[in-house]
């Protein structure tokens, strides 16, 4: 079973016991919040050649992880095939500011407008390479990123694009703009089609990693368009929130763009 070290949460492992199988059945729900509020949304993340998920020898290694794969944070069965890719219905996309302590210290603060202060700076990585990066007054990293609420399976992730993935997340807003209702012209509901994510590598002079495509797959269920629908709502009232990001876990790639822990 696939787990995340250091968190606290249990692998579900085998079979209900016979003896809880009408229990269970009857009590269905019982001591669970169904509430937006309740919920914090697991992020997903494209694992790198650098990320500690594919390190066999790390303490953060994930089970059957291989760069390229898709890792859903937290799911039951967590590690997707990149190649293969994760059908999702895209509900909702926001973008935000994300504060870091500088050297890998930890998350700070979610922001929904670039924070005051903030300006660009040039900073050298653990490879010695310069680059320009967001800073706040006091030296902290900001990480300007567009964050895609998205079901998968039925359940709420979401996707943080950063780097050279903000050039995916507006291809993919512009290519369903171009949606209308044929009765009204107006441009459809984003969650009325579903899309195919897979994980496509890529490079430049600085180094390789792993990007992101998608692909069109038609136009979603009733029963999808619900549940699509009641999250991105339940976003835009700020109900449903992501989860916080971890320092341990962040993309590292080649695009030489992301934060520089």
């Known amino acids: 079973m696939a787990k995340e070290?250091?968190?606290?949460?249990?692998?579900?492992?085998?079979?209900?016991?016979?003896?809880l199988l009408e229990e269970t059945a009857k009590d269905a729900g019982m001591g669970?919040?169904?509430?937006?509020?309740?919920?914090?949304?697991?992020?997903?993340?494209?694992?790198?050649?650098?990320?500690?998920?594919?390190?066999?020898?790390?303490?953060?290694?994930?089970?059957?992880?291989?760069?390229?794969?898709f890792w859903l944070r937290n799911a039951i069965d967590p590690v997707k095939n990149g190649e293969d890719g994760i059908l999702v219905i895209p509900c909702e996309m926001q973008r935000t500011w994300i504060e870091w302590l500088p050297n890998r210290q930890g998350f700070v603060a979610r922001h929904d407008a670039p924070p005051i202060g903030m300006k660009a700076s040039t900073v050298r990585d653990d490879s010695g390479r310069e680059k320009q990066v967001l800073m706040t007054e006091n030296g902290n990293i900001i990480q300007d990123t567009r964050e895609f609420f998205l079901l998968v399976d039925g359940a709420p992730y979401v996707l943080p694009c950063t780097g050279t993935k903000h050039t995916f997340a507006r291809q993919w807003n512009t290519f369903y703009k171009q949606f209308h209702h044929p009765k009204t012209g107006d441009v459809m509901p984003a969650f009325s089609r579903k899309y195919r994510l897979t994980t496509v590598p890529a490079s430049n002079?600085?180094?390789?990693?792993?990007?992101?495509?998608?692909?069109?797959?038609?136009?979603?269920?009733?029963?999808?368009?619900?549940?699509?629908?009641?999250?991105?709502?339940?976003?835009?009232?700020?109900?449903?929130?992501?989860?916080?990001?971890?320092?341990?876990?962040?993309?590292?790639?080649g695009d030489g763009q992301e934060i520089p822990f």
Not at 49 to 60: E, I
Request: hydrophobic share 35%.
């Open 5 to 19: 070290p250091g968190k606290n949460v249990v692998p579900i492992r085998g079979e209900l016991p016979a003896e």
């Open 32 to 69: 669970v919040s169904f509430k937006q509020e309740d919920q914090l949304l697991p992020l997903i993340y494209v694992l790198q050649q650098m990320s500690p998920a594919v390190d066999k020898r790390g303490d953060n290694y994930i089970d059957g992880a291989e760069p390229g794969d």
């Open 205 to 253: 002079a600085i180094g390789k990693w792993f990007g992101l495509k998608f692909q069109d797959e038609g136009y979603v269920t009733k029963p999808e368009y619900d549940a699509a629908k009641a999250l991105c709502l339940a976003v835009r009232k700020g109900e449903k929130r992501a989860e916080s990001p971890d320092a341990r876990h962040e993309e590292t790639g």
